[in-house]
């Protein structure tokens, strides 16, 4: 069935940055996202990318994507202590009715 | 342009209640999607429901959970005869987008219901 599948916890310090990892198990998955979650809050939708392509900036962020390895990473360059947060991974089919989540990667930052 | 709601926010109910959960989808949206979301977990899907229409239900327990989107109103998510383990928060999230359509796809979330059974 379909799994995906990231790190629980990542500890950075402020200023570096940060990448959080994550793998599928779906082959047909056509759309790849992050999803920022803060505590008590729903999520937000940071950023997606189609699985025809390989690579995603936007600001701070970059996403990889590695559809051989089904391997996807978020680069948060410059972390600051507002991108502390649960970031999930998620993914779904050409229909994008259902969006498969991760267990989501708690994002500390150190001073 | 307000966002995705959800009532109540926070909502206590008793073994053996029931419990409803609104959403009311962003203006323009007619798809609306449900998602659990167990401590420390990540979301699951549930249901997807269109106006009027149940499109995807396949991560709905098969006993005493329904959904709606009537014509007029909000979605509805029902828990009946709740149990300790429905204690979670419940995301409602809506799209411009459906199945089959083509386009780009956002699913925008709202800042849930968290449901606690005693």
């Known amino acids: 069935g379909e799994d995906v599948e990231q790190s629980l916890f990542l500890s950075v310090r402020e200023g570096d940055s940060s990448v959080i990892n994550c793998t599928y198990t779906d082959s047909s998955s056509t759309y790849l996202y992050w999803y920022k979650q803060e505590p008590g809050a729903g999520l937000q939708l940071l950023t997606y990318i189609f699985s025809n392509m390989d690579m995603k900036q936007d600001q701070r962020l970059t996403v990889l994507l590695n559809k051989k390895d089904k391997h996807l990473s978020l680069r948060i360059a410059d972390t600051q202590t507002g991108d502390s947060a649960i970031y999930f991974c998620a993914e779904s089919g050409s229909s994008a009715s259902k969006i498969i989540f991760g267990s989501g990667t708690r994002l500390s930052i150190r001073p | 342009n307000a966002g995705v709601m959800q009532n109540p926010r926070h909502l206590v109910r008793r073994r053996g209640q029931e419990a409803r959960l609104r959403c009311s989808p962003m203006?323009?949206?007619?798809?609306v999607y449900w998602y659990r979301q167990l401590p420390e977990e990540g979301l699951k899907f549930m249901v997807y429901?269109?106006?009027?229409?149940?499109?995807?239900e396949s991560g709905m327990p098969k006993e005493r959970f329904s959904a709606e989107f009537p014509k007029e109103g909000p979605s509805i998510l029902r828990i009946q005869q709740v149990v300790r383990g429905d204690s979670a928060a419940y995301f409602c999230a809506s799209s411009s987008r459906g199945q089959g359509m083509t386009g780009t796809y956002e699913q925008y979330f709202g800042p849930g219901t968290r449901l606690t059974v005693t």
């Open positions: 429901l269109q106006k009027e229409n149940i499109i995807d």
């Open positions: 203006k323009g949206h007619s798809h």
